[in-house]
């Protein structure tokens, strides 16, 4: 096995959600920020990069989301919070910067692969994200995507919920790759949802379509906080080959 991989099989074995955090151990601030600069480093659908993370620092908004955080310990506890927030509202962003991007990496190339690149951007990827009150442009290519796949193989995702889940999707990776990276700076985490995701968007200041992925508590772990021998069902159940 590489040096590398003997690195990162540690470090997934030694990664638990820890429940409680050490109040006087010391905790370098700079691993947090670090650790987010890694997190958006994730793949993510399209590169649409729809995620934000707000670091809850300060006593006062670490109680108070704690609170929303149902006054779990690994809230209460916490060092530090992370919010991941998916903003699919921010498609149209996203694809202006992609587009001047990619129009950049391409410029003055007129191949069929500039075309594919510069077309994705342009024409599917509104066509994906664009969403109308009643979601009917879901439907729609709901059903498009139905008659198509008769034939051949189709994407089946394209509605509303399809949407919110690609979002969540790449969030969550962002939200591994934070927690992979602060193990590797000697901190511990907790990913969270059970939390009030309506107040703390409206804490947050976050627009309707915006919604929290996770809440992720930080911090150096105390012992206590582990508070079972992992589990995980037999491999047997869960791999296959085919
Ligand atoms: C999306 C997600 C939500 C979770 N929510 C909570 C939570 O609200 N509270 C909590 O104590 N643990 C939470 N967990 C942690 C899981 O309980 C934990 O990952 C699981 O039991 C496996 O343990 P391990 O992380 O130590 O391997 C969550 C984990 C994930 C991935």
Redesign the pocket.
């Known amino acids: 096995m590489k040096e590398s991989a003997v690195i990162f099989d540690q470090l997934v074995n030694e ?3 820890v ?1 409680i955090y050490d109040a006087d151990a010391e905790f370098d601030e700079g691993a947090v920020k670090r650790s987010i600069d890694r997190a958006i480093l994730a793949p993510n659908s399209s590169n649409m990069q729809l995620w934000e993370f707000y670091r809850i620092k300060s006593p006062e908004a670490l109680k108070k989301v704690a609170w929303m ?1 149902m006054n ?1 310990k ?1 809230a209460k506890t916490a060092r530090e919070l992370v919010v991941i927030v998916t903003r699919r509202d921010l498609w149209r962003q996203r694809q202006r910067a992609l587009l001047k991007e990619i129009e950049g990496v391409y410029e003055g190339k007129d191949d069929k692969g500039a075309k594919r690149a510069i077309g994705y951007y342009k024409n599917l990827i509104p066509k994906y994200y664009y969403s109308d009150p009643l979601d009917i442009w879901g439907i729609i290519k709901k059903l498009i995507y139905f008659f198509v796949g008769l034939s051949r193989p189709m994407v089946r995702h394209g509605n509303r919920a399809d949407i919110r889940i690609s979002v969540h999707k790449s969030a ?1 990776l962002a939200a591994q790759n934070f927690m992979m990276s602060m193990k590797a700076e000697g901190y511990d985490t ?6 009030d995701s309506k107040r703390i968007k409206k804490l947050l200041g976050l627009p309707r379509k915006a919604e929290i992925n ?1 809440v992720i508590g930080c911090g150096p772990g105390s012992e206590k906080g ?1 508070y079972s021998k ?1 589990f995980r069902v037999p491999n047997e159940e869960v791999i296959f080959e085919v």
């Open positions: 990664r638990r959600s429940r955080c779990q690994a969550a907790c990913p969270m949802e059970g939390m996770m582990i992992r």
